[in-house]
């Protein structure tokens, strides 16, 4: 048996768990909160900080191996546990790379990879003397997700609402698109890509809205976005699984906007809509068995399930009994207990052979299910 353990207990530790019961894995968490989502799936929880280096490094030293479900934990800790023999999933040098906006941006420039022009802020003061370059977003260096941390400045006046510490200021790009492309990597090197999906954002909260699977690209810009997540994941040289998240321009110009070295969000589909889900084939990488099939089984979107604004507390699903009436829909509820706005409390995979299927569908769960109180 495998002692694998996972760094955060949310939502995506609760799926790679599920999909864990299908092999010969001991499974250990480490998260700060005892009734998180993943804290009753796995055989062995710890309560820690998944930032501090003894909670990590103590947490991990009898282990076989370590993944991650979030960037933002102690690099340093998986670093010595790392030369003391325990793999880690992605390496820590890919960690060191993407957990810091600052150092991503330039491992992009660093392989020539497109991303947006950029440049880097140290504080508000920086930011001040660049209202030439805007309009920009601004992207704190460490410490952001789920759209907390990023600031649209469009003009002068914006300005004041950028971050008084080390930071990226992009260049907007106008955008056609949104993609995320999911990359798995074996410990020999082997890739095997799903196809791309189409990302819709809220654009209130920054949150995905939904998403479409397989994304209607032409051949040409298709070939550009498999190309191009393939050169940033092979200069990682770690295996795993990565989701690279690009724009693509009116032009068809296709541009990195940031990876995600770990299961992501825009995988969520795979678990009901592919033959290998994403945290199946994180398993099949970490025991070294052969690579999943990434085909789509069917075309999906997929729903997040998001806090309704002016709800805060034990969360109630409004709903729920009417969506589980729609056909080829697939419920998650990530088993979080306070629902609060903009809190991601579950997700809905719909599958159908359709578009116009998919789309009745999603926006029919959009209006009907809601995480109150």
């Known amino acids: 048996m495998l002692k694998t353990g996972i760094l955060g207990g949310g939502q995506l530790g609760r799926m790679l768990l599920q999909a864990a019961a299908n092999y010969p894995v001991e499974t250990f968490v480490l998260e700060n909160d005892d009734e998180c989502p ?61 957990k810091n906006k600052i150092r991503q941006k330039e491992y992009y420039c660093q392989h020539r990879i497109p991303t947006a022009d950029f440049i880097i802020t140290n504080k508000l003061e920086d930011l001040n003397q660049q209202e030439k370059f805007l309009p920009a977003v601004h992207k704190l260096g460490e410490g952001g997700y789920d759209g907390r941390g990023v600031q649209l400045i469009k003009s002068k006046e914006d300005l004041a609402r950028g971050f008084d510490v080390p930071a990226v200021l992009e260049k907007m790009i106008t955008i056609q698109k949104e993609i995320a492309q999911m990359v798995a990597v074996n410990e020999k090197g082997d890739t095997a890509l799903y196809p791309p999906v189409e990302m819709l954002f809220d654009p209130v909260l920054n949150l995905l809205d939904y998403q479409l699977c397989p994304a209607e690209l032409s051949t040409q810009t298709l070939y550009k976005v498999e190309a191009i997540a393939m050169a940033v994941v092979k200069n990682f040289q770690s295996p795993g699984i990565f989701a690279v998240e690009m724009f693509v321009d009116k032009s068809g110009d296709v ?119």
Request: hydrophobic fraction near 35%; charged fraction near 25%; include cysteine.
């Open 38 to 98: 993943a804290a009753h799936l796995c055989h062995h929880f710890t309560k820690g900080d998944i930032k501090n280096f003894d909670s990590v490094y103590n947490f991990g030293k009898g282990l076989d191996a370590i993944t991650i479900e979030i960037e933002n934990v102690n690099v340093e800790a998986l670093e010595k546990l790392e030369a003391e023999g325990v793999k880690i999933y992605p390496r820590p040098s890919v960690l060191k790379i993407i």
């Open 255 to 373: 541009f990195v906007n940031e990876t995600a070295p770990r299961v992501h969000n825009s995988g969520h589909h795979s678990i009901e809509a592919h033959y290998s889900s994403q945290f199946d084939m994180l398993w099949r990488i970490m025991l070294d068995y052969p690579l999943g099939n990434t085909d789509a089984i069917l075309p999906s979107i997929m729903v997040n399930i998001i806090g309704t604004e002016g709800y805060s507390g034990p969360v109630k699903y409004e709903g729920l009994d009417e969506v589980l009436k729609i056909e080829n829909a697939f419920v998650h509820l990530y088993g979080k207990k306070e629902t609060r706005p903009g809190r991601k409390m579950g997700h809905v995979t719909i599958i159908s052979k359709e578009k116009q299927d998919l789309l009745h569908k999603s926006n029919k769960v959009k209006r009907i299910l809601q995480a109150k109180t």
